[in-house]
């Protein structure tokens, strides 16, 4: 079995991106491919790496023309001149990875890691592995990338390739096979949206940070009876309500959305693109044959970005936001001639199968790797015998596959959580769980506090609901293929009163369909077990150990509920709500996840098949039924068995829950 690592970090979402889509494209051409995705930044510095990111985005935002010398500095002095200065934790944490993971392959997607793989083998006539790296940026690409050696470069195109050549990197390492977008871009028969003659004009427009005052521009290009506009705010609450106040007449042309992680499909129904020059958003129109015009650039990265789409004819830049509105004149006049010589240059340049060949590429590297015996892995510890008093016991891979570890309660960024859909995937698959169940918030819009939830872009949306679905059937299907994990679909109906006691929040679990926010609990609650989902008390009773609002109205009128719920949650979190027991009150118990240092705490334990009808049928007649008290041992690296559909697969066992179990006394 071949193995890949993905490096990567979050200094800007296109390195990200590339290892996300990446580590998509290994997974569907080769799925026996053991594929890992790591930020090293993250996991080692934590808490401070944060600070760094926030202090980085700042000065992009705040400060340009700083960062354009801080640009410009990492240019000619680098980590790799340095010898890893001040890198000695990531430097130790890497080759802790490299000697435990053996890959066949690493994979970089951020500057920083080469010139650290090349410390860490500097005393070794070769590496036990292949090494490749993606360069995210176009032509302007800084030496950090190409100062330390790689067996492969992987630029986005070719003058790309040209700049890395003319620095000095041999031209058969350099591979022009495009930027890692979305496979979802490679789909076939996916043909971005045709322009008819009197049809409309239909503009994707991109709010960044410091284009705000947008508004007169967005009029402007209203002007034009044609033009149909799309415009999204990411997390901007305030600026969405503002933008849908201001063009609330004009509703059937206008569509303001907040943070939506369907970009791939609105370029593709778009007709131009109309935001600032990052790298992704760059290659995700190029790979959707989306002219774009660009009107914000940070200097450095960016510039080249911008530079690409003017030099092969694939937009306009705009030096000033409100040239924007000409620059779309112009593009649409005489039946369209320039915005069809764009179209015509993306269909040449165009490559929505990168991510693909890029792949294939990995794979035949892993076929040239070297031998990892001469490089003996540093000794592991030992596990403690669960005999041992006082050191709690130990569930392996294999013991969870008796009792399904399970978290039904759990939160992305659709609504107040940390991580992306995808995110929670490969935070829970790698720690033996069996089955979560992802449950966004949905605040109902008849109540004050709804309507103030929905403008808070802390919640789902109406209009996401859709695509929220997708996602997670999309998802639903990886995480089973990846980690034999059940994915379940759910959502978190918010009924929130001005008080405690008139307050209430439903978990359905495994849903099949939306249900509409504004409906009365027993309607929703209905309309869960028309489609066979579960309907579940949360945090029904009052919080003791943690922060929340406290949610009673379930709790307090139980005698009419009770017999319509499924369960109740008996442990929220690090919270046990005795009286549910005491009531002897079917129940499971969740974390309530919204951030990773969330995974510490209570979760359920089924011994039944792992099947989503058998795991609600599990919980409904609340036999066989305990929760765990979850946390991490700290004895990595460790290796266990993770069952998938038809096989079994080694993979590193990251976490080993202890187990503190409550057995059901309904059963």
Same mark, same amino acid.
């Given at each position: 079995m071949k193995k890949v690592l993905i490096l990567t970090a979050g200094f800007g979402e296109g390195h990200n991106a590339a290892a996300r889509n990446l580590r998509d494209a290994l997974e569907l051409i080769s799925p026996d491919t053991q594929v890992e995705v790591l930020d090293l930044f993250e996991s080692t510095y934590g808490r401070l790496n944060s600070l760094v990111k926030q202090a980085h985005l700042g000065v992009v935002r705040y400060a340009p023309t700083l960062w354009r010398g801080i640009y410009s500095l990492l240019d000619h002095v680098s980590v790799a001149d340095s010898g890893v200065t001040g890198l000695t934790r990531l430097r130790t944490a890497l080759g802790d990875v490299l000697r435990v993971a053996q890959p066949d392959c690493v994979v970089s997607t951020y500057p920083a890691y080469a010139p650290i793989i090349r410390e860490l083998f500097r005393d070794h006539s070769e590496k036990p592995f292949r090494l490749v790296t993606i360069v995210t940026d176009s032509i302007s690409v800084n030496a950090a990338w190409h100062r330390a050696p790689s067996d492969v470069f992987v630029v986005p195109n070719q003058p790309t390739a040209t700049v890395l050549h003319a620095a000095g990197v041999p031209g058969e390492r350099i591979h022009a096979l495009g930027f890692p977008v979305s496979p979802q871009f490679a789909t076939p028969g996916l043909v971005p949206f045709p322009l008819e003659d009197d049809g409309p004009i239909k503009l994707l427009y991109v709010v960044n940070h410091g284009k705000k005052k947008c508004g007169k521009v967005l009029d402007r290009l209203l002007e034009n009876e044609r033009v149909h506009l799309t415009i999204t705010t990411g997390r901007d609450a305030e600026l969405k309500a503002e933008l849908q106040d201001r063009f609330r007449e004009r509703g059937d042309r206008v569509q303001v959305l907040g943070w939506t992680n369907q970009m791939p499909a609105l370029m593709l129904s778009h007709h131009v693109l109309i935001g600032k020059a990052g790298g992704a958003v760059v290659q995700e129109a190029i790979a959707a044959r989306c002219p774009m015009v660009i009107n914000q650039i940070i200097p450095g990265q960016e510039t080249g970005n911008a530079q690409l789409i003017q030099q092969l004819g694939l937009g306009m830049v705009a030096e000033r936001n409100r040239e924007v509105?000409?620059?779309?004149?112009?593009? +649409?006049?005489?039946?369209?001639?320039?915005?069809?010589? @764009?179209?015509?240059?993306?269909?040449?340049?165009?490559?929505? !199968? $990168? $991510?693909?060949?890029?792949?294939?590429?990995?794979? %035949?590297? &892993?076929?040239?790797?070297?031998?990892?015996? =001469?490089?003996?892995?540093?000794?592991?510890?030992?596990?403690?015998? !669960? *005999?041992?008093?006082?050191?709690?016991?130990?569930?392996?891979?294999?013991?969870? #596959?008796?009792?399904?570890? &399970?978290?039904?309660?759990?939160?992305?960024?659709?609504?107040?959580? /940390?991580?992306?859909?995808?995110?929670?995937?490969?935070?829970?698959?790698? #720690?033996? +769980?069996? &089955?979560? &169940?992802?449950?966004?918030?949905? $605040?109902?819009?008849?109540?004050?506090?709804? =309507?103030?939830?929905?403008?808070?872009?802390?919640?789902?949306?109406?209009?996401?609901?859709?695509?929220? +679905?997708?996602?997670?059937?999309?998802?639903?299907?990886? !995480? @089973?293929? =990846?980690?034999?994990?059940?994915?379940?679909?759910?959502?978190?109906?918010? /009924?929130?009163?001005?008080? /405690?006691?008139?307050? %209430?929040?439903?978990?359905?679990?495994?849903?099949?369909?939306?249900?509409?926010?504004?409906?009365?609990?027993?309607?929703?609650?209905?309309?869960?077990? !028309?489609?066979?989902?579960?309907?579940?008390?949360?945090?029904?009773?009052?919080? =003791?150990?943690? @922060?929340? /609002? *406290?949610?009673?109205?379930?709790?307090?009128?139980?005698?009419? +509920?009770?017999?319509?719920?499924?369960? @109740?949650e008996i442990a929220n979190r690090n919270d046990i709500f005795a009286p549910v027991g005491l009531k002897r009150l079917p129940f499971i118990a969740n974390s309530d996840f919204h951030k990773p240092k969330h995974i510490y705490s209570w979760k359920t334990l089924l011994q039944c098949e792992k099947q989503p009808d058998a795991i609600k049928d599990c919980i409904r007649r609340n036999e066989h039924v305990s929760i765990t008290l979850y946390r991490e041992g700290g004895l990595l690296p460790v290796t266990t068995r993770i069952g998938r559909p038809a096989e079994l697969v080694d993979k590193p066992a990251r976490a080993l829950p202890a187990v503190a179990m409550l057995q059901a006394v309904n059963g």
């Open positions: 509105p000409g620059i779309i004149e112009d593009a +649409f006049a005489k039946k369209a001639r320039l915005w069809h010589e @764009w179209r015509a240059n993306l269909l040449k340049h165009s490559r929505p !199968a $990168a $991510a693909l060949r890029i792949a294939e590429l990995v794979l %035949a590297q &892993c076929d040239d790797a070297g031998d990892w015996s =001469k490089f003996a892995p540093a000794p592991l510890q030992a596990l403690p015998d !669960a *005999n041992t008093p006082g050191v709690p016991a130990i569930v392996d891979g294999n013991a969870a #596959r008796r009792s399904l570890l &399970c978290d039904f309660h759990i939160h992305s960024n659709y609504s107040d959580g /940390k991580l992306t859909v995808p995110e929670l995937v490969d935070f829970y698959g790698p #720690r033996g +769980f069996d &089955c979560i &169940c992802v449950t966004d918030h949905l $605040a109902d819009p008849r109540r004050v506090i709804g =309507k103030l939830s929905n403008l808070s872009n802390l919640v789902l949306s109406e209009s996401q609901l859709e695509e929220y +679905f997708e996602v997670l059937d999309r998802e639903r299907r990886r !995480a @089973w293929r =990846k980690y034999g994990m059940l994915v379940l679909a759910g959502i978190e109906f918010n /009924k929130d009163g001005l008080t /405690k006691k008139s307050s %209430a929040h439903l978990l359905g679990i495994d849903m099949q369909m939306p249900i509409a926010s504004a409906l009365d609990l027993p309607e929703t609650i209905a309309q869960l077990h !028309a489609q066979g989902a579960l309907a579940v008390a949360s945090h029904p009773h009052v919080f =003791k150990s943690e @922060w929340g /609002k *406290n949610t009673l109205y379930l709790w307090e009128n139980q005698d009419e +509920f009770a017999p319509l719920l499924d369960a @109740w």
